[in-house]
């Protein structure tokens, strides 16, 4: 496996100010998308970070070049633009191409919202993002939005993607879930051995699909105890709950995947219930 430049590495943690651990996540998703060396991956999410790989510390040429040509199988205009900046006036292409790469970095109001079975936490997603300024879609719009009768999820998320901001993916305990007895360890965690909440598999799929293709524009945002998957090891995961920490929290990470957060005025610190239990059951059970 190839080694990865130590100070392209600590160039891309100040940028993103993110711990080691969650950058090489990054490199590694960012690798299987470019289906590129490790190497050629880093410099990939330091060029989407903005920083300057021409340096001779950060990058050799041969590695620009690299670079440049995986790149350039995607999208000719924007490697050209990006590894090798002219020092000399740009011309027409250039100019469309460095406005096209700004253009990625946008504020929008809408915020797909993938969820599991309970509706009613669901809801006060979609009543919560209403209350920050934010217009959610469910992912049934997002599917008529690819004018296709059985759409890829790929192509539900470009979709999606093309109006929307970013990826809200909500993590309920929605399944019981746990290993079967004769694959269990002895250093296996209790969630492996006993039942467990665990959220939906489409909410997982689709969890998966949308941190691999937009992992800067993804929140994963979770609700009571789920159990734990691996693949998420080093990712930050709201915890969302009534406190009003964790809803500034969440508005936070959604600012900074390019939302038009809108804080102004307190009804966001309440709007939406965000306790495991529903209400209405606590009601009926002391009626009974």
């Known amino acids: 496996m190839s080694r990865i430049n130590s100070a392209l590495l600590q160039a891309i943690q100040k940028r993103a100010g993110i711990a080691q651990a969650r950058a090489y996540q990054l490199i590694a998703i960012k690798s299987a998308e470019l289906v590129a060396d490790r190497k050629i991956a880093a ?3 330091a ?3 903005g920083i300057n790989i021409n340096k001779q510390a950060l990058a050799s040429k041969a590695e620009r070049d690299e670079l440049a040509s995986t790149l350039g ?3 000719p205009a924007l490697a050209r633009q990006t590894i090798e900046p002219s020092t000399q006036q740009p011309d027409k292409p250039r100019r469309q191409g460095a406005k096209a790469s700004k253009s990625r970095v946008r504020k929008s109001n809408a915020v797909m919202v993938v969820h599991g079975r309970n509706q009613r936490l669901s809801s006060s997603m979609f ?3 209403r209350s920050i300024g934010l217009q959610p879609i469910e992912w049934s719009q997002a599917i008529r939005r690819t004018k296709k009768a059985a759409p890829h999820v790929g192509e539900i998320l470009v979709a999606a993607f093309r109006e929307a901001a970013a990826v809200v993916v909500l993590l309920t305990p929605d399944d019981e879930a746990r290993l079967k007895s004769e694959f269990v360890k002895p250093s296996d965690a209790r969630h492996e051995r006993e039942l467990t909440g665990q959220a939906r598999p489409n909410v997982l799929f689709e969890a998966g699909r ?3 293709s937009h992992p800067d524009s993804t929140v994963l945002v979770q609700i009571g105890a789920v159990r734990p ?3 998420t090891a080093g990712v930050h995961v709201v915890q969302l709950s009534q406190a009003v920490e964790s809803r500034k929290d969440l508005a936070d990470r959604l600012e900074i995947a390019g939302c038009a957060v809108d804080l102004t005025g307190s009804a966001w610190m309440t709007e939406g219930d ?3 239990s529903d209400p209405r059951a606590r009601t009926r059970r002391r009626s009974a």
Request: net charge neutral.
């Open 43 to 45: 410099l990939a999410v």
């Open 73 to 75: 199988r995607r999208a």
């Open 127 to 129: 009543t919560f993002l």
């Open 210 to 212: 949308a941190f691999g």
């Open 47 to 49: 060029v989407d970070l």
């Open 229 to 231: 998957f691996s693949d």
């Open 274 to 276: 965000f306790s495991l």
